[in-house]
């Protein structure tokens, strides 16, 4: 969950690509993750979500128009579904990835 300004309700997000603690293997961010959420228009579910087309580069916004309520004067509760396929053949381990959020 988080909050963002109700009168920006245009959110992009970007995703560096996953690299494997320790070397030896990355995730592309590229067409590997996806985002949606329950409160926009444009990109609501698993078929609708937009895609990170390359790592560390904003998406195309997505349409922000509901509220979970709850949120301070000025601004939207929203959340956020975040998904990644890990190709086969990927080595095992624990990968970390950076990730950012804006709205216009």
């Not at 988080?2 to 690509?17: A, G, I, R």
């Not at 698993?46 to 922000?64: E, K, L």
Request: cysteine-free; proline content about 5%.
């Amino acid at each position: 969950d988080l909050y963002v300004p109700s009168n920006e309700p245009n959110l992009s997000m970007k995703f560096t690509d996953w690299l494997r603690s320790g070397g030896g293997g990355t995730i592309l961010a590229a067409n590997n993750m996806r985002f949606y959420s329950a409160q926009s228009s444009t990109a609501f579910s698993q078929s609708t979500a937009m895609y990170i087309t390359g790592s560390g580069v904003y998406s195309s916004p997505i349409t922000m128009t509901g509220d979970l309520g709850g949120a301070p004067s000025g601004m939207r509760h929203i959340q956020i579904t975040v998904e990644i396929k890990v190709p086969s053949g990927t080595q095992m381990g624990t990968y970390t990835s950076d990730f950012g959020i804006r709205t216009q």
